[in-house]
């Protein structure tokens, strides 16, 4: 019994995301309208509909197409943008300079705020104020996705963090703990490539991948496959960095700033993923490369690949409208839920 109750639950609950999303495609649509869009019932469509009427998370509002008839109009219905909002945070240490930065967001994906606070350090305190003085701006903030140079482990900690004294947090756990906030950590590479595979709409079946090589910085890579973002057995995945090519098998991969060296370490790396997950798009990021660059990686790789297995290259300098873009995927999929 108690299995019977859980899947119906989990039924609902997924009909009744389909029925949000379907009202966020269609802008507005009555029951009917609904039901023709899902797939489903009219009567599970009337019954959520309604549940979500009353609960305010959707509107009625005025269809001037409709013409007079004697039976009673069908009641047309809109999503609640400002129901729920949430917040789209992510902290970043470039020589040692830390920022704050966040976008809020209602159930359409809109920004609705936006602010970058340059901080002399990032701790739990930090960004539990921050999210606190959120909090008491907008009343209807329910969700945050939190993005951080470093690695998460699977049980939600930080294992290491380019921002030191967030290492170790259970960071999630806290803000929900302290905060009563649904919250989410994500690797910032995880999120530009999801952002990235967003932005581009690429069909679903397709492997992205997003690599970064800063300054000095253990090189990353976030990767996508069949739209969601792939952690592995420990959330490792992606971790290029430990990658055996430099002659000391213990030192991680760490690059200068862009010069023509670092073309063989960067091919190697684009060939290592190309040989494991034959991705269809690699983007590369980062100081430690250049436009200039991408001729010599491209032709290094090709050097030691089949040029048909090659994904499409490409190299962008300024990810941070990818990152916002991932972070804001996943935060409107909370709340939708």
């Not at 489903?40 to 409709?66: F, Q």
């Amino acid at each position: 019994m108690e299995h019977l109750i859980s899947s119906t639950s989990q039924v609902k609950e997924t009909n009744t995301r389909i029925i949000k999303e379907a009202l966020l495609e269609m802008g507005s649509g009555t029951k009917i309208m609904t039901a023709s869009r899902t797939g489903l019932s009219v009567a599970t469509c009337n019954s959520i509909l309604n549940e979500l009427e009353s609960a305010g998370e959707i509107l009625v509002v005025p269809d001037d197409n409709k013409t007079n008839s004697a039976g009673r109009p069908s009641k047309t219905y809109r999503i609640n943008e400002l129901f729920q909002v949430g917040c789209c945070l992510y902290a970043t240490n470039e020589n040692n300079r830390f920022s704050l930065s966040y976008n809020i967001i209602d159930l359409s994906g809109h920004v609705i705020a936006s602010k970058s606070l340059s901080q002399t350090i990032i701790d739990y305190e930090t960004m539990k104020e921050c999210l606190l003085n959120l909090k008491e701006e907008f009343p209807t903030l329910s969700s945050v996705c939190i993005g951080l140079p470093g690695i998460i482990t699977s049980d939600g900690v930080i294992e290491s963090c380019d921002i030191i004294e967030l290492e170790g947090l259970s960071l999630a756990a806290l803000v929900k703990k302290d905060l009563q906030l649904s919250c989410r950590v994500e690797n910032d590479m995880n999120l530009i490539a999801f952002g990235l595979y967003h932005e581009k709409k690429y069909i679903e079946n397709r492997c992205v991948v997003a690599i970064s090589f800063f300054e000095n910085i253990c090189s990353g890579a976030g990767i996508i496959i069949n739209g969601s973002v792939h952690h592995g057995k420990s959330n490792f995945a992606g971790e290029v960095s430990f990658l055996p090519f430099e002659k000391d098998h213990g030192r991680r991969i760490r690059l200068p700033l862009a010069r023509s060296e670092n073309s063989d370490i960067v091919a190697r790396t684009i060939c290592a993923f190309v040989t494991i997950l034959n991705p269809d798009v690699i983007m590369l990021t980062g100081q430690s490369i250049s436009i200039n660059m991408m001729g010599p990686i491209s032709e290094s790789c090709m050097s030691m690949l089949p040029q048909k297995h090659m994904p499409e290259l490409t190299y962008v300098q300024n990810t941070d409208h990818y990152y916002l873009q991932g972070l804001s995927s996943m935060i409107k999929s909370t709340l939708l839920s």
